[in-house]
């Protein structure tokens, strides 16, 4: 059973009721459910994640003090911590006694603050292009079992994906270093013998590619140790990913370098395939470097447009 399975049972077995009977005059001000960090939180915990932060607890997120004064918070607080220390053979983390806990009561304003910068989730032009979307993933993962209140999904749906612009920008910047690196550079270093700056190169085609996938999904892409986990899961692209593990974990040999110059155009016909399914360029070639371009100049926004095109990547 995943992390996320094991906390909403033992929510609906031991947290519902003690809300219910405790404090019913508050349950319809929170919302319950496991968000944040963590790989339980994207469903991508197994027995390795036992070992490290893993919880199976959940957070009971609470209004500003204006709502709930922290005596409140203090008191819900103290009835998680004495619901049962272990459930179906696993135990639950101790919670941090000066805050800082990934479970437990939290203030939905701090949580929302930590992964945007801002309480209520209000973002803009220049917060989404620079805010990592790994923390953006981090603040509409896992799942929600209930919210009285509302908020808290409210701002979940504010954040949910990236405004057309910013997407937009953020592709034409990766397809700008797809073609710098993959389709240029990585066979001059080559050329030159320059082997380990060739593997920079592919590298930076490699994870350029791996974003705009994931862009062109319309999802974020997570933290880079669930990147190619998350790419398998993606309804287009997913074919993506056995080529660019190859092109990051093989040498650079006479041979190989030949067939990673192979595999780094097939993959740049993929992707732009899509972005031309997606009515996203007009540019007629198959240089990734002018596709890049093209999608920058369909950004509605003057401001955002002008930017540098590698502004966001």
């Not at 639950?92 to 000066?98: E, G, K, Q, T, Y």
């Not at 989730?121 to 993962?141: F, I, K, R, Y």
């Not at 370098?257 to 031309?276: F, G, L, N, P, Y």
Request: aromatic letters at 10%.
């Amino acid at each position: 059973m995943k992390g996320i399975e094991l906390s909403e049972a033992f929510y609906r077995e031991f947290g519902e009721p003690m809300i219910r009977d405790s404090f019913p005059e508050f349950e319809g001000l929170i919302a319950v459910g496991v968000a944040g960090s963590g790989s339980e939180c994207f469903g991508y915990d197994d027995e390795l994640s036992h070992d490290h932060d893993f919880d199976i607890g959940f957070c009971i997120f609470i209004p500003d003090e204006d709502v709930i004064d922290s005596r409140v918070e203090f008191t819900l607080e103290r009835a998680y911590s004495r619901l049962p220390r272990s459930f179906r053979g696993f135990e639950r983390s101790l919670l941090a006694p000066v805050g800082g806990s990934r479970r437990g009561v939290i203030r939905m304003s701090e949580f929302f603050k930590s992964k945007t910068g801002n309480p209520e989730g209000e973002l803009s032009p220049t917060d989404w292009l620079m805010l990592p979307e790994q923390s953006l993933a981090e603040a509409v993962n896992g799942k929600i079992f209930f919210d009285g209140l509302g908020k808290f999904t409210e701002i979940r749906q504010k954040l949910a994906y990236l405004p057309e612009d910013i997407r937009r920008k953020k592709l034409a910047g990766e397809l700008l270093v797809m073609g710098q690196s993959g389709q240029y550079n990585y066979g001059r270093c080559i050329a030159r013998g320059e082997t380990a700056a060739a593997q920079m190169a592919m590298c930076d085609f490699a994870r350029s590619a791996l974003h705009a996938a994931f862009l062109l999904n319309k999802q974020y892409m997570p933290y880079y140790k669930w990147s190619f986990r998350a790419l398998r899961e993606l309804p287009l692209l997913s074919n993506l990913h056995e080529p660019l593990e190859y092109l990051i974990s093989s040498a650079n040999g006479e041979g190989e370098s030949a067939q990673k110059t192979k595999i780094a155009e097939r993959i740049c016909a993929d992707i732009i395939d899509e972005v031309r399914r997606q009515e996203l360029t007009d540019y007629k070639g198959t240089e990734a470097e002018g596709h890049a371009y093209s999608v920058n100049d369909r950004i509605s926004s003057p401001d955002i447009r002008n930017l540098h095109i590698l502004c966001a990547v």
